[in-house]
């Protein structure tokens, strides 16, 4: 017996030892042909983000694939517009609200006209005209009266020209009531820096228009008091911190880096935001007014805390911290916020025409927050970093029709209002479709006269929601307006997800409900023979993927434009399509190179998890003698990529990054929306 079990462990021994040199073999070449692929796949679309995950992970595909591309926002936002108080009068100066407009780009001349006389600097008083000052200009300028000031660069060095006034930089002193202004155009080329003894001082009644190519800077907080600048396309703005008052105008449509904290002050001051914003705080006061279109990213707090404030998002904007205790009628989503942190908001308990305060989302927009208080209790920021702590109050979120307000951990629901039965504090459907408010946690802090309450149009989806009960006489949950427990769908309500689907856009996190609660997906795939230069079309194996439980899938085969040996999950695709392996199945190739159709292919697996979404289903390509496996391994190139079920797939030699233009964009952030 020990004779025979020795014979067996030399057999075993022997084995190993060959199999190990194979085996060695291999791996060098599965290495190398890897190694090429990725160097291939990276020249020609960028290294891939850390976090791309190749469209396999669930969360992401459904929730935040967000774009961040200026432009890409119109087709998705909504339209609804903020209104502004003012007093008729013709009413014996009652107080009215109306529609308010923000202010559009201006144009912005690029050069001198021909007839501008040259500024040398000092002091001097104009009466009309233009002129025009470069980097030669005196270092003393002292501009006055009203006129049209051109700063050009004169050299023919290379880059920009920095042109700072080290000793007084004094434009103003407009004549008051006569209407003139003084404009100063800053023109491609030219960088004008503003003196920090003098950033403090900028003057009413003057405007600075920034060129496309031009830059502003300063090195202390700049003051806008009744100022107005305006920023292009292709310009930077680089300051410390932003100050805009007395009707003072910042109008962005480049980049603009504010190091610290953005101030909109009374007297009707505006920001609006056409380009890239970055700033660590925006704070908001009295009649401040705020309008992002594209994109805007706070790493600390958003604060609007008047009733007369407006605030109007029609991009993307991201803040850590949003803050909302006024009870302003003008607080607007019509894209896509998000909070990284904490959304929190306590409004007045009803206003006094009886229209209380609210935030808006208009149809299609969305909001996803880590957390949400809804009225209190928390502990929030002022306008002076104070902390201010919220004991329980009213909030009223009104949703438009598909709107998503998505909370990823716990949202603390305490309205605790009188007017919660006139008011209907909580969330609100106003829409002829349906809004969803969606958490994993919905819980209540206090008691009064109400916690929330759910009305209109309204499905509420979350994983734990606190039952209903009573405070004396009032129920936590109110229900208004044909909403009811019924729209609740939770532990203890109804069971599952409420039959609605909200796809994600640029302007929405989406939200899958029943009807869509699987996870079919469509994967493409490269063979690994793609090279730089060459077309990678992602068709040499299409199939879907249709889960017919946790562990079981059938895969339809959909196409095979790869002409090498390929199984999908063990499975050879071409003897399965009754095709030679020279042939590219129902890619468009043209029947002269290979190019011929077959009907779909249809078989079932098992011993999968329906949670990888077919990333565990394994697709072999043969390649010099081996087989190597096409992955798809997070922040790697991948060779494989999971889509839509209804992702129409590249023709034969056509690039994907030609068929989808924004499918490199998508390799480097994976919220770039790349398909439809």
Known sequence: MKKYLAKCLVAVSVMGMVSSCAHDEETSIYNEVQSNYIQAFNNTFGTPAEDQDWGFDQVMTSEARTTRAMGDYNGYKGSMQPVEWYQDTNDGWQWKTRIYTFPSAPEFPTSRPSNAEYYSGGYKYFNGGSFYMDENTSKHVEIQGYCDMYVVKSGTDSGNVTIESTTKWYVGNVPYG???????????????????????????????????????????????????????????????????????????????????????????????????????????????????????????????????????????????????????????????????????????????????????????????????????????????????????????????????????????????????????????????????????????????????????????????????????????????????????????????????????????????????????????????????????????????????????????????????????????VHDLFNAAESEMINTNAPARNGGVTRDPVSFDITGINRANRGKDIRVMVKKNGNWIELIANKGVAAAKIAVKPTFEWCDEYQDIQNKYPKFADWVKNKEVIWYE
């Not at 003098?198 to 300063?218: H, K």
């Not at 004991?391 to 629901?413: D, H, Q, R, W």
């Not at 009064?448 to 149009?457: F, I, L, T, W």
Request: glycine residues 10%; negative net charge; proline residues 3%.
């Open 178 to 572: 006569s209407g003139q202004k003084i404009r100063i155009f800053v023109c491609p080329g030219v960088t004008l820096k503003i003196p920090t003894n003098d950033a403090g001082n900028l003057q009413s009644n003057v405007e600075y228009y920034f060129a496309p190519g031009s830059s502003l800077v300063c090195e202390t907080k700049l003051k806008l008091n009744g100022t107005a600048i305006y920023m292009a396309g292709n310009t930077t703005t680089t300051v410390p911190e932003l100050e805009v008052n007395n009707n003072g105008i910042f109008y962005n449509v480049g980049t603009a880096n504010i190091a610290g904290t953005i101030s909109v002050e009374n007297s009707n001051s505006i920001v609006v935001n056409d380009g890239v914003l970055n700033a660590t705080n925006l704070y908001t006061k009295g009649s401040g007014r705020v309008q992002n279109n594209a994109e805007l990213t706070l790493s600390n707090y958003t604060i609007i805390n008047s009733n007369h404030n407006i605030w109007v998002n029609n991009g993307h904007y991201r803040t850590k911290y949003f803050a909302y205790t006024a009870t302003s009628s003008s607080v607007i989503n019509n894209c896509y916020l998000k909070v990284d942190e904490d959304f929190m908001m306590n409004i007045a308990d009803n206003d006094p025409d009886g229209k209380p305060g609210d935030f808006k989302i208009d149809a299609g927009g969305g909001v996803l927050t880590k957390n949400f208080y809804g009225g209190g209790k928390f502990v929030a920021k002022d306008n002076y970093n104070n902390d201010v702590t919220f004991n329980g109050g009213p909030f009223k979120i009104t949703m438009g029709s598909k709107a998503v307000f998505k909370v990823t951990e716990t949202a603390s629901l305490n309205a605790l209002a009188s007017a919660i039965a006139t008011a209907h504090y909580g969330f609100e459907g106003v829409g002829s479709e349906y809004a969803v408010f969606q958490a994993k946690n919905v819980i209540k802090e206090g008691l009064g006269e109400g916690n929330v309450a759910y009305s209109g149009n309204l499905y509420v989806s979350a994983e734990n929601h606190f039952a209903q009960g009573y405070s004396g006489q009032y129920p936590y949950i109110h229900y208004y307006n044909g909403c009811s427990e019924k729209n609740i769908y939770a532990s203890g309500f109804e069971s599952g997800k409420p039959a609605i689907t909200i796809d994600p856009t640029p302007c929405n996190p989406g939200f899958e409900g029943k009807a869509s609660e699987n996870f079919d997906v469509r994967i493409i795939a490269e063979d690994l023979t793609a090279t730089q230069g060459s077309d990678f079309d992602f068709n040499d194996v299409v199939f879907d993927v249709t889960f017919t439980s946790e562990t079981t899938a059938t895969i339809t085969l959909q196409a095979a434009g790869g002409t090498l040996p390929l199984t999908v999950a063990g499975q050879n």
